[in-house]
């Protein structure tokens, strides 16, 4: 039996071919090291995310993420939902608490699921996957199997949003939140923990409908980290890794800026660092590649 | 007679109490104490994105500037990062406000037509109910195609070097346009989802006629 096992909510964009698929697979061998049970829960359905708010209405919003709850109680009993995506947690979280909140919803959200045949009897807990590692395992925990520090690699925490607010991490702040740059020191590189952007919004689904809102903001983050002396950024955030990544090469034409620093996962750093391969890490799923993560990568592990 | 006329007629000069009735978390508004600190944190309104920022809206509800707040492009310019619910001293779910009153426009069909992310804002709602998961091309794609045929070939090259970035991480797949990923139980999501909208509307329309 593993350490810790958890019910598991990949979201959309870790699906294979999608935008974070890369990032479920260092999440998978991560988890690997650290013996944590992921199980997807059977037919998850999207969470909506917030951008759906046109349409989506309040009722049936907290439906589809109370339908993951119902097949989770339903196929995995007990186990607390762990999701990766920022969006899929805000969700899930946001209609967790409204439920518990108004008996009213609650009411209604079994109504509406009776027509799938399914219900809801317990509340689960969401939790983050950082959430997991830093309160479940703990830093300590996660150093231990550092095989590969990542020396000399100065690395820009980004955190964004939906990771931070409304919600945040138990014990960080919504201004200056530090346990990604903890993250990164864990894996023996260097933090920027002055880094003055980590908590700017990329702009969110704006990077689709209005580009230049959201490429004005990226614009700032990326900056940022280039005046900071850093080699490359990790964050959290599916949206906010794909906005801050895939767009550079369109900025530069809008501003004349000349950037082209990778956006990483946490997780795949820690894979890296745990000696992990580069296709262990997704390393081939950048569109900027990390080509000093890399060359850490390819060298021999000291056991 | 239109929805619209309907609920003009039933709340007139009364448009907080239509906006408290009828707009998710529409009940708060009268709690804000016009600080600014709203405004002043939102990124999107540092681009002059926004018409009337949040604080402003607020204060045009309780003014009973129903035409104008409603067809304002500027809670569309909300980019769900929630800096404005955490920093409001009065504990406002701004954030939340903005989508509802967005929601409303857009149901009454004041909203602008052409606001950009309104359109998206539909599409991926749509997209992502449909089979139970997003399928990110056909996302793209619909956005891309919005004004025609002609336009949508001009923004997908526009897009060209970042799709070919995407695909050659294998972050996009072509396929996706054939089907792509999605729920097994999608008959079950179309009834709890018809179900949901049902309910929804019933509670609206007796705060309505209570």
Known sequence: MAKHEYAFYPGCSSQKGASASNYLTSVESMCKTLDVKLTEIPDWNCCGASIGYAEAGELPRHVMNARNFALSEKNLPGQEIVATCAACWLGARETRERLTHSDTLM????????????????????????????????????????????????????????TNRPFGVDGESFENPQYLDKMVEMVGAESIPEYDMKVTCCGGALAFSEPEKAQAQIKDIVESAYDHGAEMIVTPCPLCQANVEIYQGQINQRYGTKFNIPVMYYSQLMVVAYGGSAKDAALNGQVIKARRLEEIAAKPVKR | MSANTALAEKYRNNFLKEIEEQVEMGDWVKMCMQCGVCSGSCPTNFQSAW??????????????????????????????????????????????IMHGIAEYAHRLGMAPKM??????????????????????????????????????????????????????????????????????????????????????????????AG
């Open chain 1, 107 to 162: 009411a209604d959200t079994r109504e509406a699921l009776k027509e799938a045949g399914l219900t809801i009897n317990e509340m689960p807990n969401i939790r983050h996957m950082v959430e997991v590692l830093i309160e479940d395992l703990g830093f300590d925990e996660m150093k231990k199997h550092v095989v590969r520090p990542l020396e000399g690699v100065k690395i820009a925490g980004y955190v964004g949003c939906q």
């Open chain 2, 51 to 96: 018409e009337h920022p949040p604080q402003e809206l607020f204060m045009m509800i309780r003014a009973g500037k129903r035409e104008e707040v409603l067809t304002s492009s500027s809670m569309w310019n909300c980019t769900s990062c929630y800096n404005c619910i955490v920093r409001c001293p009065r504990k406002l779910p701004i954030t939340h």
């Open chain 2, 115 to 208: 606001q950009p992310t309104r359109f998206f804002s539909g599409l991926f709602w749509k997209n992502c109910t449909h089979t139970g998961r997003v399928n990110e091309l056909k996302l793209s794609m619909g956005l891309y195609f919005k004004d025609g045929l002609g336009a949508g070939i001009k923004e997908g090259m526009k897009m060209k070097d970042v799709a070919i970035g995407l695909l050659k991480a294998k972050r996009l797949n072509p396929f996706e346009l054939l089907g792509g990923h999605k729920c097994k139980d999608q008959k079950g999501i179309q009834a709890m989802l018809k179900k949901a909208y049902e309910i929804e509307r019933s509670r609206k329309a007796a705060k309505m």
